[in-house]
């Protein structure tokens, strides 16, 4: 069990022996301002910060094909877009999910070879013949996943016959029935209805003849195995969602949808209510792009307002990079998760001050933010006013949880302050914090979107074989809300947070240390945590949390990092293992301040060494993905890692096929700055 202890006292009595250390508070302060400074220099006009958000080569490779499939296939990003896929390509030929990854993955792999055919590279060129000869190796096209099925199928390659059928009928299902719309995760939701019009429609625009993907089909496309991977384990369930199935295409091809016209003009009617006020859906990939494929298939004019806003955006700065001759399209936009991180790390350096006007313009933004509006979350919470934050710049329809804790860890700073008082900055922190209560789940913990969004019937479904289906809680995002309410003044006696902690707890891994859902991974969890519990007013000499900085610690580097692989999420022994970054030791630095023990001393002053050491120009260099989009397991939960069959299972390795990993260019900064700032003030050595 752990000791409280006077970081101050220790500090100084070390001081006294050694002058490099005699020299660290100074040069903590230089790299914390220096580290502002560079952040300071990079808000934009209006207030916000925002970084670049890198995922995989699907982006580009999918928007070639859209653009094919509309008839735009002279638009002027193509080959843009081709020369990024160009540059991603790896030596063996594959395209991977995640830097660093073990191998590559066979549905990005297809879909950058299917689009740089539609863009006329032979398939003689070396680099082709090296990713085709890679995708025979790994199976071929059996192995491929339903997305790029669909895509396959939209341009003429694959028969839509052979894809899942996903009917618009859903669109009538009543909220209460077990497969409403509003019971998938919003992502899956949004994406399902555009999908949904165009499985009915089964589109095609066949590439030319010297650009067909015949290679892919060495025996000839008639002697080719179409079916389904077949699921180890399967049973009764799966067989009777394959059958139907198989009813629905029977029933397609025959004529016999009596309410097809309805569903397919509801579901479009969908489409277009849900579109952000900046062009996009849902503020991401999937749906933006197949609800523009849906809508031109339909008989929308690429000029019409609803399909001009949506392709313009591919020109707007905020979604596109541009590197040289190549371009990329970013999955989505991080700029009010990067701007209230930004202030948050502000806060623990104690820069409110000397930072005052770059912070004022911030908070006035990030007030302007607050989404006033109703949303699909109010489908299972009806009768609550709106109150959140969303990740992105206008989406309206889907604020989450996660944004909106920080949001408020970020304006409880300012609450009590005569200018934001008349601002009505106590208002929002009440709609927010009303919001939250009503979206916690029964379980006590938190989903991102959705309340209880965790009916895993959803996932055997043929259509749910792309990643998660489900936003079921998550205990990094509860440890945000849970520290939110810490600031706040809540405390554990409060009924609400008492059912948090208990879903923590029980969530907690034998080795002492949480699962990351939405970060790369138990050092993320672990980290979010700590710091949550400290908040809320928690003991911190509790045995469960010296076992959490136990685990901490026996995972930090000789060098006094920390860094965990994306491969952790199917390999066990990745576990914490992995290159150490710059915002992975912070998670790590952040649990153990938390935590107020005297056994830490010399991890802290490691890892803050660290980071010092490391940094360059006021930053740090990460090329690692530490973000976490979708682990890939289908339910949107933790799974217990070890089942010999889980790979098999999942159809996925440490190469997380039917994961989505993320790199936000900006984790690699403010979380460090954070860090410093918290063992500053620890030290209380500014």
């Known amino acids: 069990m752990g000791r409280s202890w006077d970081l101050t006292a220790v500090f100084d009595e070390e001081s006294s022996t050694s002058g490099a250390r005699s020299n660290f508070g100074p040069q903590l302060t230089a790299s914390i301002e220096a580290a502002a400074d560079w952040l300071a220099a990079r808000q934009k006009p209006e207030g916000y910060w925002v970084g670049r958000l890198e995922s995989n080569s699907c982006m580009e490779a999918q928007w070639i094909l859209a653009l094919w499939f509309m008839g735009l296939e002279d638009h002027h990003l193509r080959p843009r877009l081709a020369e990024s896929l160009k540059q991603s390509q790896s030596e063996d030929g594959s395209w991977r999910i995640y830097y660093g990854a073990p191998a590559g993955d066979i549905n990005t792999t297809v879909e950058a070879y299917a689009a740089l055919r539609s863009c006329g590279v032979s398939k003689d060129d070396l680099a082709m013949k090296k990713a085709h000869q890679w995708i025979m190796s790994k199976g071929g096209l059996k192995n491929i996943r339903v997305f790029t099925r669909y895509w396959l199928a939209l341009i003429g390659e694959y028969p839509w016959t052979r894809t899942p059928n996903l009917p618009p009928e859903v669109i009538y299902f009543p909220n209460w029935f077990p497969f409403s719309i509003y019971n998938f995760a919003q992502w899956a939701r949004a994406t399902l209805m555009p999908i949904a019009v165009l499985s009915a429609r089964r589109p095609a625009r066949k590439l030319p003849p010297e650009q067909r993907l015949d290679e892919l089909f060495p025996e000839g496309r008639t002697n080719f195995d179409y079916a389904y991977p077949e699921k180890p384990g399967a049973d009764i369930i799966d067989s009777l969602f394959l059958g139907i199935d198989r009813a629905l295409h029977i029933g397609q091809s025959a004529g016999i949808a ?8 509801r579901a479009l009617e969908w489409i277009i209510e849900h579109q952000d006020a900046d062009g996009v859906w849902g503020g ?6 197949y609800s523009l494929m849906a809508l ?13 806003a949506g392709l313009g955006a591919l020109d707007d700065p905020r979604w596109r990079v541009d590197v040289g001759e190549a371009t990329w399209i970013q999955a989505s936009t991080s700029p009010v998760w990067d701007t209230v991180l930004t202030l948050l790390a502000f806060d623990d350096c104690a820069l409110n001050k000397r930072q005052a006007v770059v912070v004022e313009k911030a908070l006035n933004w990030v007030l302007d933010q607050q989404v006033l509006r109703p949303g699909d979350w109010q489908v299972k919470v009806p009768h609550v006013e709106p109150g959140g934050w969303a990740f992105e710049y206008k989406n309206y329809f889907y604020p989450d949880t996660d944004d909106t804790a920080v949001a408020l860890i970020v304006l409880s700073q300012f609450r009590n302050d005569p200018k934001w008082k008349a601002k009505g900055i106590e208002k929002a922190i009440e709609k927010g914090v009303n919001w939250l209560f009503a979206m916690q789940c029964k379980n006590g913990g938190w989903g991102a979107f959705d309340k209880d969004n965790d009916k895993k019937y959803l996932t055997r479904i043929p259509f749910c074989d792309f990643g998660e289906a489900l936003d079921p809680p998550s205990v990094d995002v509860t440890a945000h809300i849970v520290e939110a309410f810490g600031k706040l003044g809540f405390r554990m006696d409060h ?28 050092i993320y969890g672990t980290g979010a945590v700590l710091p949550a519990l400290e908040a809320i007013g928690e003991d911190m000499s509790r045995p469960y949390i010296a076992r959490a900085c136990d685990w901490l610690k026996s995972k930090q580097q000789e ?10 999420y199917m390999d066990a022994k990745s576990k914490g293992e992995g290159a150490p970054t710059a915002s992975q ?11 107020n023990r005297a056994e830490d001393r010399d991890a802290i002053e490691k890892g803050v060494a660290f980071l010092v050491e490391r940094q360059n120009n006021g930053t740090w260099e990460e090329p690692e993905y530490t973000g976490t989009g979708f682990p890939g397991y289908g339910v949107g939960a933790t799974i217990k890692l070890g089942d010999p069959l889980l790979e098999e299972r999942l159809k996925q390795g440490a190469e997380l096929s039917r994961a989505f990993m993320i790199n936000y260019n900006l984790y690699r900064h403010y979380f460090p700055l954070m860090a ?11």
């Open 258 to 265: 009596p309410l097809r016209k309805g569903a397919v003009k």
């Open 284 to 289: 991401i990939q999937p749906p933006w792009i």
């Open 296 to 308: 031109y298939n339909e008989g929308y004019a690429t000029d019409h307002p609803v399909l001009a």
């Open 495 to 522: 009924p609400n947070v008492k059912h948090a902690i208990d879903y923590l707890k029980a969530e907690q891994e034998a080795d002492g240390s949480w699962f990351g859902r939405w970060g790369v991974n138990y």
């Open 559 to 568: 060098g006094g990092g920390w860094g965990e692989s994306c491969a952790s």
């Open 585 to 595: 030791t912070a998670w790590a630095l952040m649990g153990l301040i938390a935590a």
């Open 676 to 686: 410093m700032g918290r063992v500053r003030k620890a030290l209380r050595l500014s």
